[in-house]
């Protein structure tokens, strides 16, 4: 019955934050970036995506993706580029050992859940493509490591490359022309600086504006300000962050962090048509870390924004009151603090008293526009599971 047998392998996949962003394609084909990017990939306990790859001579279908229970297009290019590369890989493994299944032709099944909301800048898309390229490696058997993972994982979209890894994650933008050297890097696992922590203050679950594939390419195509910060201030700030990051230097990794992100928010205010991702909500996270910093006479939060109002706050453990703490006095009524380390945060009321005073109408609008708060940390990268979404009969597993 080798016929109908169904091949099965199953991977979750983590979420990245950037600290130094990725902004701006020099090759839309092949996904090529106009500057590396930094990122830390956050614990897959609180935001993950899970992905069970299959294939089966007995499938009546072509290719097909389900997502959160929803049937995906599979045709786009950029599925459709991480099919075909891992396809091939797969074929060289067959005709070089004849013992081994000709499974590369098969079609496939996958079936994906995203454990957080999708397309709402949370960086679905990262956790999603790494999975989908992990979860495919896993069932062709390959032996390419993350590296060579992450560079068929960028053509799915260009932040996926990063969550191939966990801990502190650089993407080198690389020369070539056919990206061949544009892949992502382990700058320091998780281990190394295992105190960072995020708190994400979820402003809009709503879909995004523009998104980041149309609007970067709008920044290359008409901001003047672009030019800089892809050629000369970049490539200044990948250096200071990974010296941060071996030296655990917060002081510096918040100060770059927050600088990268108004940069990368100046280039989009300097397209034409102008794109504005942040809000008034962003605007009152912004300043009531600024207050936070403020009372603490040193940088021990840092603020950063992808392409949407989302704020993600990076922070030391060690500040976990001061920072976090601060949040929750201020809207503590919101969901997501629940988790075990926000039951048990507590802020300095007169810290808290301190910071209100001062950032009074920030406090008024983050309690206006905050839908949820998500707490968590920096974590590790794919993780292979034998927990599947797909059964033994080929069939999506039904949620009880
Ligand atoms: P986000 O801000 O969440 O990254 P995007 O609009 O950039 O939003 O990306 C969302 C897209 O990413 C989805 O429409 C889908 O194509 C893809 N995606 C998200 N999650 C998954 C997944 N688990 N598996 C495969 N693709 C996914
Ligand atoms: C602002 O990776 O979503 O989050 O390659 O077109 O899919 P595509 O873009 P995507 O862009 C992410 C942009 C960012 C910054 C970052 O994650 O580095």
Known sequence: MADSQIYLASTTAPVNIAVIKYWGKRDPKFNLPTNSSLSVTLAQSDLRTHTTASCSASYKT???????????????????????????LRQKLEDSDSSVPKISTLPLKIVSENNFPTAAGLASSAAGFAALVRAIANLYELKEDPTDLSRIA???????????????????????????????????????????????????????????????????????LFPSRANETVPRRMKEMEKAVQEKDFETFGKVT????????????DTYPPIFY??????????????????????????TFDAGPNAVIYYLEENEK???????????????????????????????????????????????????????????????????????????????
């Open 278 to 303: 942040l809000n008034d909500v962003s605007r009152a996270a912004i300043k009531v870390v600024e207050s936070i910093n403020a009372a603490a006479g040193k940088i021990i939060a840092a603020y």
């Open 154 to 224: 960028r053509q799915g979209s260009g932040s996926a490359c990063r969550s191939l890894f966990g801990g502190y994650v650089g993407w080198q933008k690389g020369e070539q022309q056919d990206g061949s050297d544009s892949f992502a890097y382990q700058v320091a696992p998780a281990s190394h600086w295992p105190q960072m922590r995020a708190l994400i203050l979820v402003v809009s679950a709503a879909k995004k504006g523009v998104s980041s594939t149309t609007g970067m390419q709008t920044t290359v195509a008409t901001s003047s």
């Open 62 to 88: 072509s290719d097909s993706l389900l997502l959160n229970g929803q049937d995906q297009d599979v045709s786009g290019a950029r599925t459709q580029a991480c099919f075909r590369e891992l396809r091939s």
């Open 322 to 400: 001061e920072v976090a703490g601060l949040f929750k006095a201020a809207i503590g009524e919101k969901d997501g603090w629940g988790v075990e380390r926000g039951q048990k945060l507590d802020a300095n009321s007169a810290a808290y008293e301190s910071v209100a005073k001062e950032a009074q109408v920030a406090v008024d609008l983050l309690k206006e526009g905050v839908s949820r708060v998500i707490l968590t940390g920096v974590g590790e990268g794919p993780i292979k599971t034998e927990e599947h979404l797909i059964d033994a009969k080929g069939e999506p597993v039904k949620k009880a």
């Open 258 to 269: 927050m600088m990268d992100s108004n940069s990368f928010h100046a280039t989009c205010l």
